[in-house]
């Protein structure tokens, strides 16, 4: 298994700048989740899809910040336009739902995202 | 109210020595899982261990084991017989259905082991 794939996995832009990140999910997970993770506020959670439908982005920080899922196999984060209090490291994560006994979410490597 | 609380920002602990990373957590869902993570200096968020609320007996991973006291909603990691490579960031989790499948994630305890 490939694991969670995420790219890039270090992206650098200058404010107002566009940034999309991407994630590829385990297959046959159910649930994608992104977090955002900083040393000021530690490890958010922005949104979460269940079966490519978003199931709750309040912690998407404001309306600058969207996420896609199109299929189950594919999910994109994108920042528009892009604020230096963005710079932080960006983690995609997956799981089965939680019938399927001893499922923890798994992780992807992070974007870590520097916008100047 | 907070769903996971990790009261120990840093620890530390002799190379070789046992260690124990306290949690507690908050849920009135009968069913719900709880998780370790670690993550070291290089990033990555490692799974360790899981403990399921209707397990019997307290999960065992290689040098982890989970103290579950179910009782006082708490969930602590204990790492035996520390090695250097212990040294990181380790995050204690909770998932309930309750609230929709989320994973919940303490503010994680900074382990340096000491040589």
């Known amino acids: 298994d490939a694991g969670v794939i995420q790219s890039p996995r270090h992206e650098v832009t200058e404010m107002g700048q566009e940034v999309t990140l991407r994630c590829k999910p385990i297959s046959g997970h159910d649930y994608l989740f992104w977090y955002r993770q900083t040393m000021m506020r530690g490890l958010e959670l922005l949104i979460y899809?269940?079966?490519?439908?978003?199931?709750?982005d309040s912690g998407m920080p404001e309306d600058r910040f969207s996420a896609k899922m199109p299929n189950a196999s594919f999910s994109t984060l994108k920042i528009q336009p892009s604020e230096p209090r963005d710079s932080a490291v960006y983690f995609c994560a997956s799981s089965f739902n939680t019938d399927r006994a001893r499922s923890p979410l798994h992780f992807g490597n992070g974007t870590r995202l520097t916008v100047t | 109210a907070q769903k996971i609380t990790q009261t120990q920002p840093g620890m530390f602990v002799q190379e070789k020595e046992a260690v124990t990373l306290d949690c507690t957590y908050d849920t009135s869902d009968p069913s719900y899982g709880l998780f370790w993570y670690k993550q070291p200096s290089s990033g990555e968020m490692i799974f360790l261990i899981y403990q399921g609320s209707y397990d019997q007996q307290n999960a065992t991973e290689g040098r982890y084991s989970l103290n579950f006291q179910k009782a006082r909603k708490s969930a602590n990691l204990v790492i035996s017989a520390s090695q250097l490579g212990d040294s990181a960031m380790y995050f204690c989790?909770?998932?309930?259905?309750?609230?929709?499948?989320?994973?919940?994630f303490g503010t994680g305890t900074s382990l340096t082991v000491i040589p």
């Open positions: 899809f269940n079966n490519n439908v978003p199931i709750d």
């Open positions: 989790a909770m998932r309930d259905k309750n609230t929709g499948n989320q994973f919940y």
